[in-house]
């Protein structure tokens, strides 16, 4: 018996793209030969599979539709600090073995162990994918901008970070301004999952005014509280691993257009598995309890039928149809309008227009709603002469009310 596994995913890889096995054996020859496969996935045993040899005599296994439903999308819901993204990324443990024999026998391969987390990776990206460019202290998994505009205090800033080693990522520096720019508050906020295990490798923290309100004098070093109030108009925020900046952005609160507009943030998965965001404003909304009427119409027409009693009724004309109600509509229409946007945030928009999870969150009155991909409408117009580029988005409120990780 010999098993020789001539390709399988990088040790990291992301979970929503493919995750092929190649496997040869020099016992294909043999009576009711299967290679048998069985998988692990975070201590959960699936169903072996014997599988039969190709017209090659080899095995090509894509083990994605096994293990994708075992990952969870994290998104810290009123949560301060540090945290860890609880099934975001999950171990796997695959044995390409054999079996055969008359009365068939079987023979276990040697354990393969790899881990995967919720990225889908473009296919451009796949073709010189390499773990190391998203597994690193060095960057974080989200697409934003190094300058990020925020239009509200409430609004939640979420970073993710897949770690690789130990200390990657050790601490986020944060120092507020207020207009004047001068320095209103200079803190640290410690990373306590520093750790490589699989449950700390891919953490998060909410850097919003809201979060940063949120903290325990445990958690932070330096000044504290660290100041939010309202004469906060830009927080400097650098990611450090030990005395070295891996990161720095700047976070800049700016007010709403009109009087009447309602700030919202749409959060989105992008191909990396973090939750980056597209600021609206509403500019209406619209209530409809719509009354359907129709009439049904026979295809053919009922020479006879029998009624309750048995009795036939012949029919000289087709049975007349009542009116029916189709159905009653309650539909919220939110109708939301973004700032102009620069040449990187129509590139994120890629992201965006083919989330798998969106999150609405009407930050006035703190509330979060889950969107179907299917009540979203993304309209890009272009105004050539200024070169502002705007973004409406027309969404049907058919959502999930509770806050919920899923």
């Known amino acids: 018996m010999a098993i020789t596994i001539t390709n399988r995913p990088q040790t990291i890889a992301p979970g929503f793209n493919q995750l092929m096995f190649r496997a040869t054996s020099n016992q294909t020859a ?40 075992f990952l969870k999308h994290y998104f810290p819901f009123n949560l301060s600090g540090w945290q860890t993204c609880t099934k975001s990324i999950i171990n796997v443990t695959i044995n390409i073995g054999e079996r055969y024999g008359t009365t068939p026998a079987i023979y276990t391969g040697t354990n393969q162990f790899f881990k995967i987390w919720n990225g889908s990776l473009t ?33 939640d800033i979420v970073f993710y970070y897949l770690l690789n080693a130990v200390n990657d990522v050790t601490t986020v520096e944060v120092k507020t301004y207020d207009s004047t720019n001068t320095l209103q508050s200079d803190s640290a906020i410690a990373n306590p999952h520093t750790t490589v295990t699989t449950q700390n490798q891919l953490i998060c923290i909410n850097l919003g005014k809201a979060a940063l309100q949120g903290l325990l004098v445990s958690q932070v070093g330096g000044d504290f509280p660290i100041s939010t109030s309202s004469s906060v108009k830009r927080i400097n925020i650098k990611f450090k691993n030990g005395s070295t900046t891996v990161a720095e952005y700047n976070i800049n609160y700016v007010g709403c257009k009109g009087r009447n507009e309602k700030p919202y943030s749409l959060y989105y998965l992008n191909r990396n598995g973090a939750f980056d965001f597209v600021n609206f404003v509403s500019v209406n909304r619209t209530n409809t309890n719509t009354k359907i009427n129709y009439r049904k119409i026979e295809q053919y027409h009922k020479g006879s039928y029998l009624d309750s009693s048995s009795t036939i009724v012949l029919i000289n004309s ?26 990187s945030d129509i590139a994120m928009l890629e992201d965006c227009f083919n989330s798998s999870v969106y999150i609405l969150h009407d930050i006035e009155n703190d509330y979060y709603e889950y969107v179907n991909q299917t009540d979203t409408q993304f309209i890009v117009r272009e105004k050539i002469v200024d070169k502002v580029i705007q973004v409406q988005m027309n969404i049907n409120s058919n959502v999930i009310n509770e806050r919920q990780t899923f």
Do not use: C, H, W
């Open 30 to 69: 043999q009576p009711n030969f299967n290679y048998y496969v069985t998988v692990n996935v975070d201590g959960v045993a699936l169903t072996p599979m014997p599988l039969p040899a190709r017209p090659t005599g080899d095995l090509i296994l894509d083990i994605k539709p096994l293990v994708r439903d």
């Open 318 to 343: 087709p049975l007349e149809q009542r009116d029916r109600v189709l159905g009653n509509t309650n539909q919220d229409t939110y109708r939301l309008i973004t700032d102009s946007l620069s040449d």
């Open 123 to 155: 296919e451009r990206e796949r073709m010189t994918y390499n773990s190391s460019l998203y597994v690193s202290g060095s960057r974080a998994l989200n697409n934003l901008p190094t300058e990020i505009k925020v239009k509200k205090d409430k609004q």
